[in-house]
């Protein structure tokens, strides 16, 4: 098992001062000593953008991807050895520009990994472009005249998408993202946070303030397991933000289904595929 003091490297990360992927950083170190997990336990797989400076500062088995296929490869990683927790750090750009047919299919096939979507509504690497969750008007460096379309909404989407696990939090409450982190990495199938966080450099809309004016928890006694309640939850925005679990539901996974993860992982199976594919690689690496 791991202690937050031995997860860290000596790489500290370079984001802003303020920046909401600071706190995204701790809880998600806080939720690895808290759950127990060992180095060799879980795999992070990172897509492209300011969230993605944390891949240095994490002493455990990372993975940096191409920008928006952070999802298709944790599910391969997946596939390979299911017996790995396998999660996904990746921004809102990478999930719900140009990946989001992958957020969609990961969740309608219910695949067993975690998704941690940092979501700034603006491209902040590239330093200030409209992204798919900006709000409708915002200006930025793409839209100096103001966002014609309306955002996506990635709760409503991962909702409707077929998900078993669907979660809002804030980056300014660490404490309850950690607690979020913990049921989504824990969750048996396809989990996914939507992690407001504010990018305090390129969007002054979505503040800490703001967020802090118009967020409230779901009630205690809010019943995650309604799919109809849950989506309409999901369509509150603006002057009143849930935040909390929305929808959880059990139900078997894609790998649960497959017949050839029964007895063992792909890594370690005999299959007679697994000598094509080896020789496969050896011709091509
Ligand atoms: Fe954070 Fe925004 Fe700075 Fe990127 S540009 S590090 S998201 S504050």
Not at 57 to 74: D, S
Not at 179 to 185: D, F, L, P, T, Y
Not at 225 to 241: D, M, R, Y
Request: proline share 5%.
């Amino acid at each position: 098992m791991v202690s937050v003091n031995n997860l860290k490297t000596k790489h500290f990360p370079t984001w802003c001062p303020g920046c909401g992927n600071y706190s995204i950083w701790t809880a998600l170190q806080n939720a690895i000593v808290e759950i127990g997990l060992r180095i060799s336990d879980f795999v992070l797989v990172y897509g492209i953008g300011c969230h993605g400076n944390m891949f240095n500062t994490l002493n455990v088995v990372n993975f940096e991807t191409l920008h928006g296929r952070p999802i298709p490869v944790a599910e391969g990683i997946k596939l390979a050895n299911n017996r790995l927790q396998v999660i996904v750090i990746a921004g809102d750009g990478d999930t719900l520009g140009e990946g989001t047919n992958h957020l969609i299919h990961a969740a309608r096939r219910n695949i067993d990994i975690t998704v941690l979507m940092h979501d700034n509504q603006v491209y902040g690497l590239t330093t200030g472009q409209t992204s798919p969750t900006s709000a409708k008007g915002f200006k930025s460096r793409s839209t100096p005249l103001g966002v014609i379309e309306e955002p996506i909404n990635p709760v409503a989407l991962a909702i409707a998408g077929g998900a078993s696990f669907v979660a809002r939090s804030f980056a300014g409450d660490i404490l309850e993202l950690t607690k979020v982190i913990i049921a989504a990495i824990k969750h048996r199938g396809f989990s996914f946070v939507d992690i407001l966080q504010p990018c305090v450099t390129f969007n002054s809309h979505n503040s800490y303030q703001w967020y802090r004016q118009n967020i409230y928890k779901l009630p205690k006694n809010y019943k995650m397991n309604n799919k109809i309640v849950a989506f309409k939850k999901s369509l509150e925005w603006e002057k009143k933000i849930p935040v909390g679990i929305f929808y959880r539901q059990l139900k078997s996974t894609y790998e649960e289904e497959t017949q050839q993860f029964k007895d063992c992982p792909l890594i370690s199976s005999s299959l007679p595929a697994s000598k094509a594919v080896a020789e496969l690689l050896d011709e091509l690496i």
